[in-house]
């Protein structure tokens, strides 16, 4: 499903459903972590920010162990893969967005700058 439509190309979603195949299934909570309060993906790529992981910063422990909980055993898998994202030169390079992560405004996520 398309997310944003920027004048870069169109962002699609994920899916974030526990599909071991298509889905975030093999996420440890961890990783579900990560990628929620860092926009970090489960392999160690960042997340574009149409992703609102500022928002999701200060989520607790307990928030995540909740969200982790019923996304993993509340929601019904969808072994569906998605459309991939496809942005053009340099926003296809996905540590270029470690560079947004620095922005001052970005200041909620713990960036690696
Ligand atoms: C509690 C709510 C949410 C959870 C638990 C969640 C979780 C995740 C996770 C784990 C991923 C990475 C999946 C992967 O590709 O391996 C992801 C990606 C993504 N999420 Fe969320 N998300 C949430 C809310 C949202 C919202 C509100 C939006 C936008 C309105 C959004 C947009 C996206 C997009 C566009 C991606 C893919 C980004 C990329 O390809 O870099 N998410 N989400």
Not at 2 to 26: D, E, V, Y
Request: with cysteine; hydrophobic share 40%; proline share 10%.
């Amino acid at each position: 499903m398309p997310i944003a439509a920027s004048p870069l190309g169109t962002i699609f979603s994920t899916n974030i459903t526990p599909s071991k195949t298509a889905g975030i299934g093999q996420y440890s909570e961890q990783q579900f972590a990560d990628a929620l309060r860092k926009g970090v993906r489960g392999d160690g790529s960042q997340l574009y920010p149409a992703m609102p992981y500022t928002a999701y910063a200060k989520l607790t422990d307990e928030d995540v162990a909740a969200l982790y909980a019923y996304f993993m055993h509340g929601v019904q898998p969808v072994d569906v893969q998605p459309e991939k994202t496809a942005l053009p030169f340099p926003f296809n390079l996905r540590f270029s967005m470690a560079a947004w992560n620095c922005c001052p405004r970005q200041q909620t996520v713990p960036a690696r700058c």
